[in-house]
């Protein structure tokens, strides 16, 4: 799969940019605050709705603008043609000309897997971000789990709310504690069965490209034991004292371990930085695996950070990227990509939130 065009309207720094590309590696090469991480930021949008600059839409519409427009073509199995635009007041989504009303029917035109400073948040950050990756990959793979997580947001929300009321209604409680019990399950079905299949891709791909002995594993641990219900009736006395609800999916946690001790806690800035990019490894080979062909890999920086090693282990991905028509594109200041990548780049100037290709020179 690859994006053939993108078109920006008042995105970022972009008041309006079309540009064709083809599939294969592409370089975004410019000076600092130029507008590269921009475009990676438009196209993962395009790919999942939200930017992994975790930020929401106002941030992204050029100062001075009233919204903004993201659109693109993508070439797969099939072509497909996206539109978003938004701005304060409105909101419109459209795939292959026609207009988006449930965010399922949207996704997955496009796939895309991100590598970016913000990874390391995997590791160091708060389970709710870990859930996130999770949700993602099952979203990404499966048209039914992004509704049935927004029903569980939903019921979760109103029972809440329920419990913030001094005088609980019972009768409400129990009927949303039904609805959250069964969607519940539901999640936790789909977030057990992915997290064996995550768990070998991202320790083959930690061991590649890291020499240390550390064992790594990956345990899925929902809140929920044993009985959702069952746990969800048992927490009623500490769900009033909190006025929320304690048990469920939305309190499931992914823990990483590297020989038998907490990755976040002890691990060293290497060790999590290793495993923020196997992780995301993994992601880009689960999707293959499940579509057929690798999704659009978005590399912003990392590869300027990356020391020889890991540069090696993600090259595997890249190449395969490449032989399968897929589409990398990385952001870099500078030509410090590895040597083994430098034929067959397709190098762009960014400067000033304007796009132009670069003629190639060896
Ligand atoms: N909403 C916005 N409207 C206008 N300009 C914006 C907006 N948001 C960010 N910018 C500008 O976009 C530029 C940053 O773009 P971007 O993050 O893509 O830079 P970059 O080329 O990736 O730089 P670096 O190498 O430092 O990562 C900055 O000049 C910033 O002021
Ligand atoms: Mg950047």
């Given at each position: 799969?690859?994006?053939?065009?993108?078109?920006?309207?008042?995105?970022?720094?972009?008041?309006?940019?079309?540009?064709?590309?083809?599939?294969?590696?592409?370089?975004?090469?410019?000076?600092?605050?130029?507008?590269?991480?921009?475009?990676?930021?438009?196209?993962?949008?395009?790919?999942?709705?939200?930017s992994?600059?975790?930020?929401?839409?106002?941030?992204?519409?050029?100062?001075?603008?009233?919204?903004?427009?993201?659109?693109?073509?993508?070439?797969?199995?099939?072509?497909?043609?996206?539109?978003?635009?938004?701005?304060?007041?409105?909101?419109?989504?459209?795939?292959?000309?026609?207009?988006?009303?449930?965010?399922?029917?949207f996704?997955?035109?496009?796939?895309?897997?991100?590598?970016?400073?913000?990874?390391?948040?995997?590791?160091?950050?708060?389970?709710?971000?870990?859930?996130?990756?999770?949700?993602?990959?099952?979203?990404?793979?499966?048209?039914t789990?992004l509704?049935?997580?927004?029903?569980?947001?939903?019921?979760?929300?109103?029972?809440?709310?329920?419990?913030?009321?001094?005088?609980?209604?019972?009768?409400?409680?129990?009927?949303?504690?039904?609805?959250?019990?069964?969607?519940?399950?539901?999640?936790?079905?789909?977030?057990?069965?992915?997290?064996?299949?995550?768990?070998?891709?991202?320790?083959?791909?930690?061991?590649?490209?890291?020499?240390?002995?550390?064992?790594?594993?990956?345990e899925?641990?929902?809140?929920?034991?044993?009985?959702?219900?069952?746990?969800?009736?048992?927490?009623?006395?500490?769900?009033?004292?909190?006025?929320?609800?304690?048990?469920?999916?939305?309190?499931?946690?992914?823990?990483?371990?590297?020989?038998?001790?907490?990755?976040?806690?002890?691990?060293?800035?290497?060790?999590?930085?290793?495993l923020?990019?196997?992780?995301?490894?993994?992601?880009?080979?689960?999707?293959?695996?499940?579509h057929?062909?690798?999704?659009?890999?978005?590399?912003?920086?990392?590869?300027?950070?990356?020391?020889?090693?890991r540069?090696?282990?993600?090259?595997?991905?890249?190449?395969?990227?490449?032989?399968?028509?897929?589409?990398?594109?990385?952001?870099?200041?500078?030509?410090?990509?590895?040597?083994?990548?430098?034929?067959?780049?397709?190098?762009?100037?960014?400067?000033?939130?304007?796009?132009?290709?670069?003629?190639?020179?060896?």
């Amino acid at each position: 799969m690859h994006l053939a065009h993108l078109r920006l309207r008042d995105f970022r720094n972009y008041p309006r940019l079309d540009v064709d590309f083809a599939p294969g590696c592409h370089v975004l090469l410019g000076d600092n605050a130029q507008g590269k991480t921009n475009i990676l930021e438009a196209i993962y949008l395009m790919a999942t709705l939200r930017s992994f600059r975790g930020v929401g839409g106002a941030q992204m519409v050029r100062h001075g603008a009233k919204g903004y427009f993201v659109g693109g073509n993508v070439v797969g199995q099939g072509g497909h043609e996206i539109k978003m635009y938004w701005s304060a007041s409105e909101r419109k989504l459209a795939r292959d000309g026609r207009p988006v009303k449930k965010l399922g029917e949207f996704l997955g035109a496009l796939r895309a897997v991100v590598f970016c400073t913000e990874d390391l948040l995997l590791v160091k950050g708060t389970s709710r971000i870990r859930r996130r990756f999770l949700d993602l990959m099952l979203t990404q793979t499966h048209p039914t789990y992004l509704p049935l997580l927004q029903r569980y947001a939903l019921a979760l929300r109103a029972r809440n709310a329920l419990l913030k009321h001094r005088i609980v209604d019972e009768a409400a409680l129990e009927s949303f504690s039904t609805e959250l019990v069964k969607l519940g399950n539901e999640l936790i079905r789909f977030r057990t069965e992915l997290a064996p299949k995550l768990s070998p891709l991202t320790r083959l791909a930690y061991r590649r490209i890291s020499n240390d002995a550390e064992e790594l594993r990956i345990e899925y641990q929902s809140s929920v034991k044993a009985d959702f219900a069952v746990e969800l009736a048992q927490a009623h006395k500490r769900e009033r004292t909190f006025r929320a609800t304690l048990v469920g999916p939305h309190r499931d946690e992914l823990q990483f371990t590297l020989n038998g001790k907490s990755a976040a806690q002890f691990g060293s800035e290497g060790q999590k930085r290793t495993l923020a990019i196997a992780l995301k490894m993994a992601q880009a080979e689960y999707l293959t695996g499940i579509h057929g062909s690798a999704p659009v890999l978005l590399i912003d920086d990392v590869m300027g950070e990356l020391d020889a090693k890991r540069r090696a282990g993600l090259l595997p991905l890249l190449q395969h990227a490449r032989k399968t028509s897929g589409q990398v594109f990385m952001t870099c200041t500078e030509e410090n990509w590895p040597r083994e990548l430098g034929k067959d780049l397709q190098r762009w100037e960014v400067r000033a939130g304007a796009l132009r290709r670069n003629e190639d020179r060896r």
